[in-house]
């Protein structure tokens, strides 16, 4: 069993976590896998408001991703 495993929406800004999986459809892990959101990959939380999308830093690049998209996908804290 995953332990110490979260959502990605529950980082705050200047955490960083490691992909450990995405629960979702083929559709949707296959466009996060695209974007680089595979498992092992570091992730930081840029900005993360209360509404709306989390900016996040992912293989050197930013990306915006929706709250809904971010709560599939799990993380370890680092």
Known sequence: MMTNCISL???RPGEKGEIVEIRGGR???RRL???GFVPSAKV???VSN???PLLVSINGMRMAIGRGVAMKI???RR
Request: net charge negative; glycine share 12%; charged share 15%.
């Open 27 to 29: 559709g949707l892990v």
């Open 50 to 52: 209360a509404a709306g």
């Open 44 to 46: 930081e939380i840029l």
């Open 74 to 76: 799990i993380v370890r």
């Open 9 to 11: 929406t529950f980082l």
């Open 33 to 35: 896998y695209e974007m």
